[in-house]
Nanobody, 122 residues
Framework: QVQLVESGGGLVRAGESLRLSCRASGSIFSVNAMGWYRQAPGKQREFVAS???????RYADSVKGRFAVSRDYAKDTVYLQMGSLKPEDTAVYYC????????????????WGQGTQVTVSS
């Protein structure tokens, strides 16, 4: 009943920038947190960045100073601005959100997007 739709992935050269977007839609009471994970071929999915209510952000050490996460609260959309991209940033990037849904008793659930491919060439 809830879906996250991602966009913005693509192929870029090392040193270039890319901006990912993810919008939550469906039966939603509130979007409490949004963030990004990534998974490279043959590796486990790893945390990249997140933003919670109030605007606090967190970043993986590997992307600090290069990536910036932001949110448009009116649109239930999260962005990931990726700068100074490196070949090691190549991965499928997944949007994640903690969402309270209006069930019998409102409860928070975690949802995932379908993933968008980011490829950085050297």
């Amino acid at each position: 009943q809830v879906q996250l739709v991602e966009s913005g992935g693509g192929l870029v050269r090392a040193g270039e920038s890319l901006r990912l977007s993810c919008r939550a839609s469906g039966s939603i009471f509130s979007v409490n947190a949004m963030g990004w994970y990534r998974q490279a071929p043959g590796k486990q999915r790893e945390f990249v960045a997140s933003i919670i209510s109030g605007g606090s952000t967190r970043y993986a050490d590997s992307v600090k100073g290069r990536f910036a996460v932001s949110r448009d609260y009116a649109k239930d959309t999260v962005y990931l601005q990726m700068g100074s991209l490196k070949p090691e940033d190549t991965a499928v990037y997944y949007c994640n959100a903690a969402i309270t849904v209006p069930t019998r008793i409102a409860s928070e659930y975690s949802y995932w997007g379908q993933g968008t491919q980011v490829t950085v060439s050297s």
